[in-house]
């Protein structure tokens, strides 16, 4: 079955830029789309189609998505993006989500 | 403003049956395929199952496949997954999603309805 890798944990300052990656194989052959998660909260999507922003979404969160990775980046992270990021995909009309990634803003 | 409320969560026990409900608003329901995502206590997202909008296509992630099965109702704007035989490690938040767009983005997501399967 089809997997998506994702690093457990990214650590950036304030203000720095955050880089959280995605892996599968081809997976630059596929659309990916990424979601926040916050505790207690449902799952909000930040980026979809590898690279477009859903409205009300900051401009500071971007995607791309080449070869075998996706990449989720947060130019000018603030405290408030500290969460869970997962990353996802579609194959063979199955979705299949990353593991993951918990983001320390500190 | 977009809605999706799910019902039906709560304890049963192993080898019990349970059946969830979401309700829809503020979307055209119709135009959507919909999908169940959980969420095990203190772990990720794992895709459950997904229907086409007119029901005609039905997937499932393997773990449940002959256990659990999805449906909808269009005209009540309401998405149902029917779980059977539950297991311990079916225990988990689900969530109902709406998919949308060119690449099947999750765009919509209930709040959650929490299964616990103990005994």
């Known amino acids: 079955s089809y997997e998506l890798i994702q690093p457990p944990s990214v650590s950036v300052s304030p203000g720095q830029t955050a880089n959280i990656t995605c892996s599968g194989d081809?997976?630059?052959?596929?659309?990916a789309c990424w979601y926040q998660q916050k505790p207690g909260q449902s799952p909000l999507m930040v980026i979809y189609?590898?690279?477009k922003r859903p409205s009300g979404i900051p401009e500071r969160f971007s995607g791309s998505n080449s070869g075998n990775t996706a990449t989720l980046t947060i130019s000018g992270t603030q405290t408030m993006d500290e969460a869970d990021y997962y990353c996802?995909?579609?194959?063979?009309?199955?979705?299949?989500f990353g593991g993951g990634t918990m983001l320390t803003v500190l | 403003e977009v809605q999706l409320v799910e019902s039906g969560g709560g304890l049963v026990q192993p080898g019990g049956s349970l059946r969830l409900s979401c309700a829809a608003s503020?979307?055209?329901?119709?135009?959507?395929?919909m999908s169940w995502v959980r969420q095990a206590p203190g772990k990720g997202l794992e895709w459950v199952a997904n229907?086409?909008?007119?029901?005609?296509?039905?997937y499932y992630v393997d773990s449940v496949k002959g256990r659990f099965t999805i449906s909808r109702d269009n005209a009540k704007k309401s998405l149902f997954l029917q779980m059977n035989s539950l297991r311990a490690e079916d225990t988990a938040v689900y969530y109902c999603?709406?998919?949308?767009?060119?690449?099947?983005?999750?765009?919509?997501w209930g709040q959650g309805a929490l299964v616990t399967v103990s005994s």
């Open positions: 189609q590898d690279s």
């Open positions: 229907i086409k909008q007119d029901g005609s296509e039905k």
């Open positions: 999603a709406g998919v949308g767009g060119n690449s099947w983005q999750f765009d919509y």
């Open positions: 996802q995909a579609w194959d063979s009309s199955t979705a299949v």
């Open positions: 503020g979307f055209t329901f119709s135009s959507f395929w």
């Open positions: 081809r997976l630059g052959d596929k659309y």
